[in-house]
T-cell receptor, first 114, second 109 residues
């Protein structure tokens, strides 16, 4: 079934380590997004990419970086993880950045930073 | 940027209609209202969206008031599988949907 694949599904990480969360979509969607979800705070946008080769900052970008070398992949990197980055991370995509509001979400990556 | 206000939780009996309200009093003329839901720890799922006309699809109906300051999502015959957190979202900026804390709907037998 076509959709969004995230990896890993869960990870425990020591503080200070580098971590990359992977996200791949096979729907040829132009736009992709990374959200984090924390109890009581809903989903917050970290970074987004409207099309391959471009990225932008969301609501909570500090401590995270992204790249969009091609249409399908949108990895999220934590250069030096801190405990406050313990969260569930969701990758999403949409056909167009400017018109379509329908986001397709992956199943999430649960990250624990100790 | 327009914000939304939703009740934190609601209950509904199985088979009855679930009516989930949302206030978005600062919505601007070109902003759409979107509804998503999240079942347990899965990724959010798109339900429906609209601008000013009422909308219906196979999952739900969306009723938007004439002044567009509020809307209601209607699940006509709620089932146990509709238990989820429902998010009402107003599109902010250039394709950057902002999720709030949503309404936790509990459907009971």
């Amino acid at each position: 079934i076509a959709g969004i694949t995230q990896a890993p599904t869960s990870q425990i990480l020591a503080a200070g380590r580098r971590m990359t969360l992977r996200c791949t979509q096979d729907m040829r969607h132009n736009a992709m997004y990374w959200y984090r979800q924390d109890l009581g705070l809903g989903l917050r946008l970290i970074h987004y990419s409207n099309t391959a080769g471009t990225t932008g900052k969301g609501e909570v970008p500090d401590g995270y970086s992204v790249s969009r070398a091609n249409t399908d992949d949108f990895p999220l990197t934590l250069a030096s993880a801190v405990p406050s980055q313990t969260s569930v991370y969701f990758c999403a995509s949409s056909l167009l950045a400017g018109d379509s509001g329908e986001l397709f979400f992956g199943e999430g990556s649960r990250l624990t930073v100790l | 940027d327009a914000k939304t206000t939703q009740p934190p939780s609601m209950d509904c009996a199985e088979g009855r209609a679930a009516n989930l309200p949302c206030n978005h009093s600062t919505i601007s003329g070109n902003e759409y209202v979107y509804w998503y839901r999240q079942i347990h720890s899965q990724g959010p799922q798109y339900i429906i969206h609209g601008l000013k006309n009422n909308e219906t699809n196979e999952m739900a109906s969306l009723i938007i008031t004439e002044d567009r300051k509020s809307s209601t999502l209607i699940l006509p015959h709620a089932t146990l599988r509709d238990t989820a957190v429902y998010y009402c979202i107003v599109r902010v900026g250039f394709q950057k949907l902002v999720f709030g804390t949503g309404t936790r709907l509990l459907v009971s037998p």
